[in-house]
Every structure is written in C-alpha cells, then in structure tokens.
DNA sequence: ATGTAC
C-alpha cells in the first residue's frame, strides 16, 4: 500500500480520510512496514466499508489484515441499526465464529515430553480433521436445530464437556439470539456428520508450550506460567457457516437492490438490520456461532478423553474460547454516546479491556484473554484486551500472522512431506491427512506473526501476556 | 474456509 494514501497518526496508527462517499474515516493499525506490505485491495476494501449506510466511528483494519471478500480479513466495522445500519455476509466472511479455544493442562513440559508423540497420535485418531471429516456423532433435522439453537450448552448437555466450561466461553457459549429457521435444509444437511469435526485449512488443534511471558501479572491472573503446556484447538463451524454465507450472499444481493444501497464492490452485499432480510441474516449468523462453539466444545471433550488416556494426571480446563468472523450486538460509547451496534469482526478477534461485564469475572480486571495464532513452525500469542482498543476498535485485535502467499503459489513452494520433516528436525510433530494442506499452510506463506502481534501490541489494542511455541499439531 | 471447480 501506497503509504503517502495515508495520514500518519502515530507510528502504529494510519488514517484514510474521510473523502468522496466515505462516511467515516479509515483506520489502519499497523507498523510502516506491514503497511507498506499490504496489497492495495486492503486500502480500497476499507474504503468501500466506509461508504455502507449507518456506519459508526471508522472503518477499521487490524496489522494482519489482507484482501478479503468484500470486507479485508483483519476488518472490523459496526454499524448504528437506528441510523439506517446494514449488515453483510462480507464482513463476517464464510467460516462463521472460527475461532482459538485454548485449554490448560496441568502439566509443564518436562511431564509431557515423554508421551508426546502417543498423546498427539491419539488425538489425531479421535479427533477427526481434513476436508469432508466426520465424527461419531449422527443429528437429525431436529438435533441440528438443537445444536444451533445450543451452542457449546447443547454439546455440555449431552455430556461433552462440563456447566464449569461455559463461563469461559464468549457468550456463556451460546448466543440466544441465534435463529435455526434462517438456516437452509441444505446448510444443515452439510453439518449432520461434521459436528465436532476439525475441517481443514488453517484450522488445527496444536499442543504447545509457554515459552516466554511478557506480564506477569496478566498471566497469573490467566493461571499461566512458562514451561505449561496447552492446547489450543483453531476450527469453526464447517460447512454449515459455509453455506450460510453462500445462501445469504443471493439473499443480500436482492436486499441490496430492493433497499437500493449504493454496492462499490458485488461482495459487499447487506442489508439493512431492521429489515426482514436483515433479521433472518443475523439469526442464521447467530446459528452459525452456536454451531462453532459446539464443535469446539466437542472436540475439547474428545481431546480430554484422548489425554486422560494417556496422561492420567492431565487436568484438561478451559482457559477460554474466542471467536474471530462474527457479527454481535454490542454497545460502545462513540463521540461520548452510548450506542447498540451490530459489530462486525472478520479475522478479527474480540479484545475487549478490562472492565467490560462480558468477561469472565476471573479476568475482568486485567482484560479479554486473547489468542492469536501462528503457523506451524512459529509461536503462537496471548494477549488481553485494553481499554484503548474497545474505545478505538469496539475491543478488537489481530486474529493471526495472515497470509502472505496464497494457497496455489505455497503448493508450487513446497511440498508437504518437507514441511513436515522440516518441522521434525525443529522438534515438531506433525499428524495430517492431507501432505497438499500442509504445503499450503507452509509457516512461510504467512507473514511475521511476531511483527503483527507487536504492532497490536504496540498500537495499544491488546497488551502481550505470553508466547507459546508448538510442539505437536494435528492440521486439518 | 469449503462435499479443495455445481
């Protein structure tokens, strides 16, 4: 990106201004560099979202945000619904509530390290990942509507997982405003068998240790201390979001028309809130949550089942679970008023300061805990959220490294069996079922993740609390 | 991300 497009707020703060039919400015948090790194097509999503009606403060991107389907991934946007406000499929994006639930283990490095290799091989073989995987479980049309409707309680209610689970979830680990009826037979057809599944793509379940903590304060307060071992599971809600997202983007596309919003770019289909389409869109995205916290929370179970197996002292507790492609009714103060606001996040992780009643009394005072994934080779962050950020980001931050390379071109770089061999001679382990996906998710196709978390850090929207290195991983 | 190009 064209750095001279931009105003320099500060050293992590760039402003597009508010020209032509822009309605507020754009905001992009980020080192020189990693602007300067970002393709063009961020700068000009970011200025199609400061055109949509009733949008508030600024259309915002995060340090790792790229080109994105209508929204840039790393986007964040909310909208006032009393102000003619909208909401868009391309600003929660296809993968509905992906998101990092990260459990505790009890142990520290030293305790695992002789079983590592049995416990990862056991997870692998019962938590099923890779594309079109499917579990044990088996819903009929009225279960999925159960399991929608649910969330991670549903998951608890059949016995996977524990009530004590659900605080350290967003939302109490389901969202009641979720509408199972916006969902389409077809959307549900596609997750019968997939509940509790991992899919694949970026998404993983790592064991990793805490290598290094930056606040030590913080991470008491999150029960971490170096050498812990942990296991952060990265997944969301399947084919079903999927196909929520392809269903609504013809829905909104009407919608756009009938409402006549002006659309700069045909991904940026939306709809009013209050309108009927509107309202089916974010009670089928509210579904679609649920769904994502229901495989999590199974898959959190099935892992528990795996470690005890092999690790009889593990203690498997959940730190806490966070969703990064929502779209939530919050409220925020902007300009010194309160206001209801439909939050867009896509590839953006919820960071909320301290203080916000949302947050787990446990951590309020120290803020969201927050986790950004790596890739594969590199380490992975915690952090919490700061007051700076919800004031200035409605409580968001950065969600991963980002892509620097796409998935066709890291196929010709690498091949996936070197990958992995490279990341053994690292002391990695790595269990896949499919050699092209690690290939595509080869660490170097992903930027620094080091340089974007600082920039988050540095720009002030979520404070680091701790580095974690991985050891083993299941890939999708 | 995705029954990896309905």
């Known amino acids: 990106m064209e750095i001279k497009s931009l105003k320099k707020i500060n050293d992590f703060l760039w402003e597009l201004p508010p020209l032509g039919e822009m309605r507020v400015p754009g905001l992009i948090f980020a080192s020189q560099k990693l602007v300067e790194e970002m393709d063009e097509k961020v700068r000009e999503q970011v200025t199609n979202v400061a055109c949509l009606p009733g949008i508030v403060h600024a259309s915002i991107a995060m340090p790792d945000a790229h080109w994105g389907y209508g929204f840039p991934i790393g986007g964040v946007a909310a909208f006032d619904a009393e102000e003619g406000g909208i909401i868009s499929a391309g600003g929660v994006g296809f993968d509905i509530s992906c998101g990092v639930r990260t459990l505790t283990t009890g142990l520290t490095r030293d305790e695992i390290v002789p079983s590592l290799e049995r416990l990862i091989d056991k997870i692998f073989q019962v938590v099923p990942a890779g594309v079109g995987s499917e579990g044990k479980i088996r819903l009929t049309p009225a279960q999925i509507d159960d399991v929608l409707a649910g969330?991670?309680?549903?998951?608890?209610?059949?016995?996977?997982?524990?009530?004590?689970?659900?605080?350290?979830?967003?939302?109490?680990?389901?969202?009641?405003?979720?509408?199972?009826?916006?969902?389409?037979?077809?959307?549900?057809?596609?997750?019968?068998?997939?509940?509790?599944?991992?899919?694949?793509?970026?998404?993983?379940?790592?064991?990793?240790?805490?290598?290094?903590?930056?606040?030590?304060?913080?991470?008491?307060?999150?029960?971490?201390?170096?050498?812990?071992?942990?296991?952060?599971?990265?997944?969301?809600?399947?084919?079903?979001?999927?196909?929520?997202?392809?269903?609504?983007?013809?829905?909104?596309?009407?919608?756009?028309?009938?409402?006549?919003?002006?659309?700069?770019?045909?991904?940026?289909?939306?709809?009013?809130?209050?309108?009927?389409?509107?309202?089916?869109?974010?009670?089928?995205?509210?579904?679609?949550?649920?769904?994502?916290?229901?495989n999590r929370q199974v898959i959190s179970h099935l892992t528990r089942e795996a470690a005890y197996e092999i690790i009889p002292q593990a203690k498997l507790e959940m730190l806490f679970d966070v969703s990064h492609n929502t779209c939530k009714v919050e409220e925020h103060v902007v300009d010194g008023k309160k206001l209801r606001l439909y939050v867009h996040r896509k590839g953006s992780t919820r960071a909320f300061g301290p203080g916000r009643p949302e947050i787990p009394s446990r951590f309020r005072s120290i803020g969201q805990p927050v986790f950004i994934g790596g890739t594969m080779g590199t380490c992975s962050f915690i952090l919490v959220g700061t007051e700076f950020g919800t004031e200035q980001a409605f409580g968001s931050a950065c969600h991963g490294a980002g892509r620097s390379m796409s998935r066709k071109r890291a196929t010709k770089t690498w091949r996936g069996d070197t990958v992995i061999k490279d990341l053994s001679a690292k002391g990695i382990i790595i269990r896949t079922r499919s050699y092209r996906g690690v290939a595509e998710e080869a660490p170097g196709a992903y930027k620094d993740v080091v340089e974007v978390v600082n920039a988050a850090h540095q720009a002030g929207l979520a404070k680091k609390v701790a580095m974690v290195k991985p050891l083993a991983c299941v890939k999708g």
Request: hydrophobic content about 40%; proline content about 3%.
């Open 151 to 294: 969330g991670a309680k549903w998951a608890v209610d059949k016995g996977y997982g524990f009530p004590e689970d659900l605080g350290y979830i967003e939302e109490g680990g389901y969202v009641t405003w979720a509408d199972p009826k916006q969902v389409s037979d077809l959307a549900k057809k596609r997750q019968f068998r997939e509940v509790g599944t991992l899919g694949s793509g970026n998404h993983y379940l790592e064991i990793q240790h805490v290598f290094e903590i930056y606040d030590a304060e913080a991470a008491e307060a999150l029960g971490i201390k170096k050498d812990d071992i942990l296991i952060a599971i990265h997944c969301g809600s399947r084919a079903l979001g999927h196909q929520i997202g392809t269903d609504y983007l013809v829905t909104l596309a009407q919608a756009s028309k009938k409402y006549n919003i002006p659309i700069r770019e045909r991904e940026l289909v939306c709809a009013p809130i209050n309108s009927p389409e509107g309202k089916r869109y974010f009670g089928a995205v509210g579904a679609g949550i649920n769904c994502a916290l229901a």
